[in-house]
């Protein structure tokens, strides 16, 4: 069973905009943290960016000012606001969410930045 789906990756040009979006269950966003991260080729999976239930937000120094996590607990989505993109974000974004002894992850969405 899927429980979280990434969706709104896409090719932008540097200096572009892409919104991410992540869906999931409502037992999920009751109270799960949750975390964009983003594995480029031959990479680590690397945080970029996390949310806890109440909203309270954390980012990668990277892309501080530059990226928005927000989630939207009643509609069960959590958003990733991308600006201002660099060729350097170019990776697969996962969402994922996490709690006690469960981690859940999604099936990820390709974002590439190019000219």
């Known amino acids: 069973q899927v429980e979280l789906e990434e969706s709104g990756g896409g090719l932008v040009q540097p200096g572009g905009s892409l919104r991410l979006f992540c869906a999931g269950s409502?037992?999920?966003?009751?109270?799960?943290?949750m975390h964009w991260y983003r594995q480029a080729p031959g990479e680590q999976r690397k945080l970029v960016a996390g949310?806890?239930?109440?909203?309270?937000?954390e980012y990668a120094d990277s892309v501080k000012g530059r990226f928005t996590i927000k989630r939207d607990n009643p509609r069960t989505v959590m958003y990733l606001q991308m600006n201002n993109l660099e060729s350097e974000n170019t990776a697969v974004y996962y969402c994922?969410?996490?709690?006690?002894?469960?981690?859940?992850w999604g099936q990820g969405t390709q974002v590439t930045v190019s000219s």
């Open positions: 994922r969410a996490q709690r006690d002894t469960e981690e859940l």
């Open positions: 949310i806890t239930s109440g909203g309270v937000t």
């Open positions: 409502l037992r999920i966003f009751r109270t799960y943290p």
